[in-house]
């Protein structure tokens, strides 16, 4: 019988026999491509323009190459002719590519092989797709390599996180990562938006409130703004948001560009964020604003059939508006810009809400030096998040008691809750005050002299909200009346003496 250490050991050299090699993989590039494209660019400048809005030297795998790219565009974004001639001069002390050539007669060969410019815009797309594949390599085994090496204390999430983050990025480079653009570039833009702002009805540069008279005050909701949406508990932040929020989902339009790709004409997609309550009663509340059938009774039963038929009819208008609501209690920023990115990369973005802000959690850094700190790393992450994504973030905040405190309850700037970087951060400050509310509580005996004044106040109050634009960087400041009706916690458009029908 075989000794079985020595038919462990036949085992082992047969198994060793049979493993190959390992073979160095080369990250994907395609050297051709990016000398056809060099070679394209040297012999007519113009195919310069079919790869400049996308390409950049960074994305070519040889240094040398994105160093002579980088040159051709200088010289012809300043006017100039790039030929071998006029680019020699800024490679001539260039260490020579091999004892046979040097850099300018390397040049010199590159428009010699140039066939036409035909293909260049296709050249230049190769390149960036294998650039785009080293760039996700490279992700991977970062992620490997902190995976292996993290800390006891690194939570697995934070790595996800992060991934999540740097491919997103590397996802939407080409549309929010540009880096710097031209004034002229950034001149045609504006112009676009006037035009656009002129088509569309109410002529607003940004998307309808569907509060008109807030509207001609903000011009619409505008992308890439930060707005604060502040108010003592009881004056309507959350009704006023999730009416706003409601109204731009039921408006959404969609059309499609040249490129095939969806473009909002209308309206928009929107996503909540509510902290504090749940996605069945965010629901309610607005399903009570539509029915206009209080919430009261639709928690409680307390509907007859005719009401539970109105109820079911908005529901099915309803289920069709494009509002996603997320209910995640006590998420960080890192961890709500990973979703918010998520939803525009699934369904697509134009308004975010987030109810409310001193619910969100900042790192463990922020959080464990203090409040306010934390709170600084929120705002600054909010505006980023909303320049990122370009679209506004409607934030909800709470304010400090020093407002109970005054005669006048009407919030100030100064009232804003635990950090200066709120006021400091945001585009818009909003505040939400009902006068009604106060004077509610001041209720006298029914027969006295101050319940006729009472009376006269209440009645002056009732029905009416108003909405304190604090700050504003590109529109007035001031105030805005609305209506609000409180048995179905809903905001409108305020009629005015000379809008009532006349008798």
Partial sequence: MADPAVLATEKLKQAGSAIEPLTFR???????????????????????????????PDHFFDPLHGRIYETLAALIHAGKTATPITVKTFFENVEPIDATMTVPQYLGRLAANATTIINAAEYGRTIYDLATRRSLILIGEDMVNTAYDAAVDNAPRAQIEEAEGRLYSLAEQNKYGKGFETFKSALTTAIEMANSAFQRSGHLSGASTGLSDLDNKLGGLQRSD????????????????????????????????????????????????????????LATRILAEQAEISSEKIRRGMINEEEFR?????????????????????????????RARKLKRQHGLDLLVVDY??????????????????ITEITTGLKALAKELAVPIIALSQLSRQVEQREDKRPQLSDLRESGSIEQDADVVMF?????????????????????DWMTKMSAASGKAEVIIGKQRHGPVGTVELSFEGQFTRFGNL??????PSH
């Fill in 357 to 374: 802000l001193q619910l969100l959690a900042g790192s463990k850094a922020s959080s464990s030096a203090n409040r306010v700190q934390e």
């Fill in 495 to 500: 009629a005015r003496d000379y809008m009532l």
């Fill in 226 to 281: 930060l707005i604060i949406l502040a108010g003592r508990p009881s004056m309507g932040k959350t009704a006023l948001a999730t009416n706003i929020a409601y109204n731009v989902a039921k408006a959404y339009r969609a059309g499609q560009r040249s490129d095939g790709t969806a473009e909002t004409l209308d309206g928009g997609i929107v996503g909540f964020f509510s902290l504090e309550m749940s996605s069945e009663q």
């Fill in 310 to 338: 109105k109820l079911a009819d908005v529901a099915n208008e309803m289920s069709r508006i494009p509002l996603y609501i997320d209910q995640t209690g006590g998420i960080t920023i890192a961890q709500l810009s990973a």
């Fill in 26 to 56: 080369q990250p994907p590039h395609n050297l051709e491509a990016e000398q056809a494209l060099l070679g394209a660019i040297l012999v007519n400048n113009e195919a310069l323009d079919r790869v400049s809005s996308f390409l950049s």
């Fill in 432 to 452: 939400v005050f009902r006068e009604e509310y106060y004077i509610e509580r001041t209720k006298p005996a029914e027969g006295t002299p101050e319940f006729a």
